[in-house]
Nanobody, 123 residues
Framework: QVQLVESGGGLVQAGGSLRVSCVVS????????MGWFRQAPGKEREFVAA????????YYADSVQGRFIISRDNAKETVYLQMNSLKPEDTASYYC????????????????WGQGTQVTVSS
């Protein structure tokens, strides 16, 4: 069993920055890729970013490319999402998840999800 706990969400003004974290426990964190998704009210969950087990490779949704940075610290069993130049449309609950194989952008290729952390960007 893998447990994921997100933190770091909050309220920020447009143009600001925020970093959310996800602490993982239960299995060898350094052996699998991780992803971040988000879901706004009334919308489907969407892919944000993913990172390979080593951290050497990262993937981003077009909507966040150049503004968000995903990283990981395997010693701390934590994955991060640094969000810069935030926009009101980034407002959502942000979820981390353990990747189990297949294309990174599909939520069906992830198992074990955190409870989410709310990010609200005011205009």
């Amino acid at each position: 069993q893998v447990q994921l706990v997100e933190s770091g969400g909050g309220l920020v003004q447009a143009g600001g920055s925020l970093r959310v974290s996800c602490v993982v426990s239960g299995r060898t964190f350094s052996s699998y890729s991780m992803g971040w998704f988000r879901q706004a009210p009334g919308k489907e969950r969407e892919f944000v970013a993913a990172i390979s087990w080593s951290g050497a490779t990262t993937y981003y949704a077009d909507s966040v490319q150049g503004r968000f940075i995903i990283s990981r610290d395997n010693a701390k069993e934590t994955v991060y999402l640094q969000m810069n130049s935030l926009k009101p449309e980034d407002t959502a609950s942000y979820y981390c998840a353990k990747h189990r194989g297949g294309p990174y952008a599909s939520s069906t290729n992830y198992e074990y999800w955190g409870q989410g952390t709310q990010v609200t960007v005011s205009s």
